[in-house]
Every structure is written in C-alpha cells, then in structure tokens.
C-alpha cells in the first residue's frame, strides 16, 4: 500500500471519529440509567431500563432507535417481553423526567434532612447519597428501592442524609458499641458535686 492509501484511511477515520463520536456518546449518555414510566396496560409505575448502546450504535447512523433492556413488569410475567414498549414515548419525549436520579434530585432539592435538620439542596451523587427513614423507623439507602417503588417510597418515607444514615444503622446494627455521653457526663458532675 502506498503512504496516499494510508492518509486517505486515516483522514477517513479521524472525520468519521470527529463527526460520529459525539453523536453515539451523546445518545448513549442520555439513554442510560434507570427510569420510572407510567405502563400503558396497567396505569402503574414501571422501572425500566432502555438498551443505551443499542440506542447509542442507531445514533451513528440516524436518530436514536429506542428498545428497552429491561422492565420491572418482565420480572413478574416473562411473556410481557414481546409488549409493544409503548413506553418508550414517554422516555422519548421527556428523557431526563423519568430518570430516577433526576426524580430524587428534584425530590430532595427543598428538603431537610429527618434526623438532624440539616438542608440538602443539590446531590452530588457520586459522594455521599443522601437515604430515607421509612415509616417504621429504619433508614434505607436507594439502592434497596427497585424504580417502580419510587413514586411510593417518596410519599412515604422522609429524607435523611448519609451522615445520619450511617449512624443509625451502626446504633441498629451494635447497640452493645453505644454510649450515652449524656448519661456519662451526668453521672460525673453529681459526683463532683456531691
């Protein structure tokens, strides 16, 4: 091969990744992650997932092709599979409405948190993940909340921070490990005084 054939290979890739590239990250970013849909059938909350890469690899070439990956409904009776996906119009028309990081996001912006008051105003959700306190007093971290749940949960439990959280799930988890400094510093100035 000649060093012309070469260049024009070359020149080919880099416009192709120049020109391509963006398009597939783009649609593959905005795809990913979990959603909370309303399913057509039955007028209930759904968690599903759409085939971000698939959507990503039809965005090289036209607009992105949506399918889904996985749905919540599918768990339960495995012979919805082959359901039309009408969902899929909402997920089209308002992707970042129905992501569930988002729906928390915007859930969490003018709260405070439950055990200590503290406000938490936007989540950086790559540091500390901000929990909930559910009606029976427990803290639970989202990840134990499948997505069809969520619009449920946030009716029902309270905001509580990752400090608080880690906290009393260490009092619930060792109790025999707990000491009551109020108790102890109490029980030394009566004896100072006495």
């Not at 599979?81 to 988002?102: M, S, T, W, Y």
């Amino acid at each position: 091969m000649s060093i012309e054939l070469y260049i024009i290979i070359f020149m080919v890739v880099l416009a192709a990744f120049y020109f391509v590239v963006p398009f597939v990250a783009r649609a593959y970013l905005k795809f990913r992650g979990e959603r909370v849909i309303t399913c057509p059938e039955t007028r209930k909350p759904a968690g599903v997932e759409v085939d971000s890469l698939h959507a990503a690899l039809t965005a090289a070439y036209t607009y992105p092709e949506l399918r889904l990956k996985s749905c919540s409904r599918w768990l339960e009776h495995p012979e919805l599979k082959d359901c039309g996906q009408a969902c899929l119009l909402q997920i089209e028309i308002g992707p970042k409405d129905c992501l569930v990081r988002n729906i928390l996001a915007s859930w969490y912006l003018d709260k405070h948190c439950a055990s200590c008051g503290r406000e938490f105003g936007e989540i950086q959700w790559p540091d500390h993940k901000p929990t909930l306190l559910s009606p029976e007093g427990i803290t639970v971290e989202w990840s134990q909340v499948p997505a069809e749940k969520v619009p449920y949960v946030l009716k029902t439990h309270f905001p509580v921070c990752w400090d608080c959280h880690i906290t009393e799930t260490f009092c619930r988890e060792y109790p025999e490990r707990i000491v009551d400094r109020s108790l102890v510093s109490t029980g030394i100035n009566r004896r100072q005084s006495a």
